[in-house]
Structures are given as structure tokens and as C-alpha cells.
């Protein structure tokens, strides 16, 4: 198949605001893909990367590397070709523009297919050790020399992973459906238990609905969290549990999923990525201690400070971004991690399983120790007990405490009432920067207020519910601005349009009803907390939530 017609794919997709016209065109373009090994490639593709998020490799190419390839592609300069991206503003821009300018391509050109594409660019992926930023540089140098100018101002987007075709998970989802007549609700189920489009789509076209519904969890995909709504205190979740529930300390960490195969351990993070080789001694931890051959559990990562003492998130955060010198985080930053559920245990699939059994074969599986442990748990009817272990909770410096139903089964990617959360404050959000405005004074020429939005996943948009400018440090916002510059769509005077990437947590005084947005709702003095790095745009806080956080914010304060 040739690269061109995706090319074309991303030129109507660009030209479109309207969903549906972006989903009847990804669901054409699905249907003209003939070969099924290639439908396991092309849903990334269109989603702007080349492998899943939870694919360890990645390509490893800057601005830099890019431009000097295209360079070498067409006999122009890399200085040329830097004051034309200062030009245009647009890195893609100027290297279609780059292409155009270029002479005559050679006499042994071959049109680009989409297969010759994935293939090199997973060579530039695997590439590594001496030289290989030379041979990176060689397979794109001739990628770019047989790309049409726009053939190469879209594979530039792919690479530096800067696609704004507006084409969300939601989006891909119906699209699959409408291409392959097969039910929404299995293509949702088929993703949300292994996270691989490739394979969903795949599977899709040559099985149907059949072949949907009985995919499975599988050991190596990472399957998506089941994740927990609010509870206003022990007594009403005790109430929704339907009188008796199983209380857990609500650890503050970083969640991981981990998949043992044998000898083989890899670890996914909140957004499925992997960061296995981040954390070599909980891999080696987890051999030990799994007494299963296969198995697939999920846990909090907590930083262990002084006496035993959780450490704030963020710390995890920074193992997981360590590349080198990683046994010298080991000892700065030792990680224990607190076990709470279990999805897959040699050759069974639990997420079917009540709860209650899940947590006795979890207990069963897990050799104890000091470093990896069951979570924290008590099994109760009685709300004073459980008031009790709510208050040694957070004595000891946890977050607060979980409930679960007893009942319940595993719901992948789900934000239900059978996980429920008790914690002190109100909820923060973790909420998206839409835009941002340059500041003034002692702050001119770095972004100072943010413009934030919460995820619609219906539309697969984000709607703006407030803005931030205050919490933030002069570093935070040198920082910020670094980081939020390449993402700039759009300058209208001081105020500037962001690509939606960048996550946030953000704490408020109050959730108050605004017509000031569309959303309807509008944060009260919300202030800067921390970034969510674990987290991308899809895995913000959804406009639902802040509407039950709104409901239960004026349940609280009816007193009920
Ligand atoms: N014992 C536990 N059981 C389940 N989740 C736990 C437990 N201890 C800590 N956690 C963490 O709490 C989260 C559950 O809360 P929620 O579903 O709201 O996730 P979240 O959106 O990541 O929110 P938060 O920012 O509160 O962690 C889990 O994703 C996990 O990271």
C-alpha cells in the first residue's frame, strides 16, 4: 500500500473539525487496507505514532537529527532549513517546503509504501549502541529522499510524534466498528482488556463479532486500569457496598501493572507505558516473590522515606524517567510495592472473579516481604472499624483508604461505584493545558496562566472548565514554558493555543456552575500542584467527573 494514500488520510483529516466526517474517513481508509499483517500497523499510524504506547521502543530522533536527515535527503543546508522553521513556525511546513525546492529525485526513486515506512522506522527504533545515531540518519535520509513534499511533511509529524489530525481513541474505536460492521461495545471490551488496536483491528476484519468477543487478556498487553469514584466517608461507602466491604490503604504512589511470564517480568505504568527498565530491582523483586509461572498483577509503587515513610509521588515518577545511573536511584529512592489485585494467574483469566477471591489468590501467590506485599486490608461491616483504620491510615502518611465490593468483578477502564476512594481534602483534578498567555513584567517571555480543560471522551474534545496561574514557582514556569512551546497552534496577541498534551493537578477552593464556559462549570481559585507526567491527555479528569465532584461537593456541604 502506498504511503501516499495515508497521506491523504491526514490532508482530509487536518481539513476537518467534524467528528463524524473524521470518523467516515479513518473508516474508508481502514476498509482500502487489504492486507490484514498491515491493519496491525496502520491504526497506530493514524493515530500520528508508529508503535503503542506500551511498546518499549521508540525512535529516538530529535528536531536536530530530523532536520539533518532531510537535509542530507536534498542538498539543503540545515541553517536553511532552521530560518525557514523560524519562518513558517512549523517544522513539518518547512520540510515540505525543503522537498519541493529540492532537484530532480534521482533516477532510482521508488514511491514510498506504507510497509517500506514502518519497516524503517523501526530500524531507526532498534538502532543503538556506537554509531547508531549514523545509521538513524541514514535509513531517514532515505526515507525523505523518495518522500513527496507531503508525503514528508507528514512522516516529520510521525516522527517527532506531533500528528494534529484530531483523531483521539474514541474516534479509532467507532471508526474500527463502522469499517468492519462489528458492535462498538467489542471492539471497546477487545481493546480495554489488551490495549492493541493493531490486533482489535486485525482481529476485526478477519473474525467479526465472534472473533471479538472472545479476546482475552493476555500476558505481555497491557490491560486498561479499573479505576474508582468518590466516597464522602466510610459510612456511605459502606452503604453502597451493600453493608460489608473490604477497606485498603489507598497508597500514594504510582500504579504499575506487572506481567511475569516464567524469567520474563515487565512493568506498565498508569498510562500503560513501559517502564520495566526503569526499575531493574522490583523486576528482580517480583521473580522472587510471584510464586506464579504467569501471572499479571496490578500495584502501587510507593517511594519509602525516612522510618518507613511514603514519600510524595512524584519521587516514583522520577525512577520511572531515570535512563542511566539507575543503581544510584536504586539506593536514593527505594520503592516498596503494595499489591491490590490480580487479573491473570496461570492460565486463568480472574478479572471475571469476584473480588474477594481475587484478594485470597493474591495473597496466595505473594511470597510477603518487606518489599512486596498484599495492600493493607480490612474486611468490614462495622463503620467505626473502619473510621479507625481510615485514621491509621493517614496517620502513617498514606492517602486515605479504598473500598471495594466484595462482589464485584474487574472492570477494565471503568470508573464505577465498586472502587471507591476516601480521602480527606476534595478531589484534585488533573486537567489538560489548552492554552496559556505570555506574561508580563517580571514574567515577560515565559507562559503564565493556563487555560484548562477537562476530557469529554464522548467527542473526544476538551472543554475548559478554568485557568491557573497561581502556585507555580519562576522554575516551574521557565520549565513550563520549554515544555509548551513546541506545542503552540496558535498566537493571538499575548494569548497563545496549545496542542492538548500536557497534564496537571490542579487543587481548587470550590466547583461553582458558569455559563463563562461551555463546559458549564468553572474552577474557584484553582492552584497550581503538581504535573502529571503519568498521565497523558485521554487519562485527564472528564467533565463527568467534575460534574460528580460538583454533586458531591454540595452533598458535603448539605451535610448528607
Ligand atoms: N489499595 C489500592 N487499591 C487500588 N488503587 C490504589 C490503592 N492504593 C493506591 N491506589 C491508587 O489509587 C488509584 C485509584 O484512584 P482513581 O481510580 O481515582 O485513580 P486516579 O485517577 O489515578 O486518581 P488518583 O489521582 O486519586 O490516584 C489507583 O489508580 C491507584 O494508583
Known amino acids: ?64 537529527l530530523l532536520i539533518k536527515a532531510v537535509s542530507m535527503a536534498t542538498g539543503i543546508k540545515s541553517e536553511e532549513m532552521e530560518n525557514s522553521i523560524k519562518d513558517t513556525g512549523d517544522l513539518g511546513e518547512s520540510i515540505a517546503l525543503a522537498l519541493s525546492k529540492r532537484k530532480q529525485k534521482s533516477f532510482f526513486s521508488q514511491p514510498l509504501t506504507l510497509e517500506r515506512v514502518y519497516n524503517t522506522l523501526v530500524k531507526v527504533a532498534e538502532a543503538s549502541g556506537a554509531g547508531s545515531q549514523d545509521r538513524k540518519l541514514k535509513y531517514l535520509a532515505n526515507l525523505f529522499m523518495d518522500a513527496s513534499p507531503e508525503e514528508g511533511k507528514y512522516l516529520a509529524r510521525t516522527i517527532l510524534g506531533t500528528m494534529r489530525t484530531g483523531v483521539a481513541e474514541g474516534l479509532l474505536r ?8 462489528v458492535k462498538v461495545e467489542l471492539v471497546e471490551r477487545a481493546y480495554m482488556l489488551t490495549s492493541d488496536f493493531g490486533f482489535v483491528a486485525k482481529v476485526a476484519k478477519l473474525e467479526g463479532n465472534e472473533g471479538l468477543a472472545k479476546v482475552e487478556i493476555q500476558v505481555g498487553k497491557p ?7 468518590m466516597a464522602a466517608n466510610v459510612r456511605e461507602a459502606l452503604i453502597e457496598m451493600g453493608g460489608e466491604a473490604e477497606f485498603e490503604i489507598k497508597y500514594d504512589g504510582a500504579r504499575v501493572q506487572v506481567h511475569k511470564d516464567g524469567d520474563n517480568v515487565v512493568i506498565y505504568s498508569r498510562r500503560l ?60 529512592i527505594p520503592l516498596e510495592l503494595n499489591l491490590f489485585d490480580v487479573l491473570y494467574v496461570d492460565g486463568k483469566n480472574m478479572i471475571d472473579v469476584q473480588f474477594m477471591e481475587r484478594r485470597k489468590v ?20 462495622n463503620p467505626e472499624e473502619a473510621e479507625e483504620f481510615y485514621h491509621k491510615a493517614l496517620e502513617l502518611g498514606h492517602e486515605g483508604l479504598m473500598a471495594k ?59 475548559p472548565v478554568g485557568k491557573v496561574g497561581s502556585g507555580f514557582t519562576d522554575e516551574d514556569l521557565i520549565e513550563f514554558t520549554k ?78
Open 273 to 332: 507505558e513501559n517502564v520495566t527498565k526503569s526499575i531493574p530491582e522490583v523486576v528482580e523483586r517480583v521473580k522472587k516473590t510471584l510464586k506464579a509461572r504467569k501471572a499479571i498483577v496490578e500495584g502501587e509503587l510507593v517511594a519509602v522515606g525516612e522510618g518507613g515513610r511514603p514519600k510524595p509521588f512524584q519521587y516514583v515518577l522520577r525512577r520511572f524517567r531515570r535512563k542511566y545511573n539507575i543503581e544510584e536511584m536504586i539506593e536514593k
Open 362 to 381: 493474591l495473597e496466595k501467590i505473594v511470597n510477603s516481604n518487606e518489599w512486596i506485599k498484599p495492600a493493607e486490608n480490612l474486611i468490614t461491616k
Open 174 to 181: 467507532d471508526a474500527l466498528a463502522d469499517a468492519f460492521k
Open 223 to 229: 490491560i486498561r486500569p479499573m479505576l474508582a469514584q
Open 405 to 463: 465490593r466484595l462482589d464485584s468483578v474487574y472492570e477494565p477502564g471503568n470508573r464505577g461505584k465498586k472502587w471507591l476512594k476516601l480521602k480527606p481534602t476534595m478531589e484534585n483534578l488533573d486537567l489538560v493545558i489548552l492554552g496559556a498567555e505570555w506574561g508580563e513584567g517580571r514574567r515577560s517571555g515565559v507562559l503564565s496562566s493556563f487555560l484548562l480543560g477537562a476530557y469529554d471522551p464522548v467527542r473526544g474534545d476538551f472543554v
Open 1 to 64: 500500500m502506498l504511503y501516499k494514500e495515508l497521506a491523504e488520510l491526514y490532508k482530509r483529516l487536518e481539513k476537518t473539525t467534524l467528528k463524524t466526517l473524521k470518523t467516515k474517513f479513518v473508516s474508508d481508509f481502514l476498509k482500502s487496507v487489504t492486507k490484514p499483517e498491515l491493519l496491525e500497523i496502520v491504526p497506530y499510524m493514524i493515530l500520528g505514532k508508529v508503535f503503542p504506547d506500551w511498546d518499549e521502543r521508540e525512535l529516538g530522533v530529535g528536531e536536530k
Open 483 to 560: 515544555m509548551l512551546k513546541p506545542l503552540i497552534k496558535k498566537e493571538h496577541g499575548k494569548e497563545v493555543e496549545l496542542e492538548p498534551k500536557v497534564v496537571i493537578e490542579v487543587a481548587y477552593q470550590e466547583i461553582q456552575k458558569s455559563p463563562k464556559y461551555e463546559s458549564g462549570f468553572a474552577l474557584r481559585f484553582p492552584r497550581y500542584i503538581s504535573l502529571r507526567e503519568d498521565k497523558g491527555p485521554e487519562d485527564a479528569d472528564t467533565i463527568q467527573r467534575v460534574a460528580e465532584l460538583y454533586q458531591f461537593q454540595e452533598r458535603m456541604k448539605g451535610g448528607k
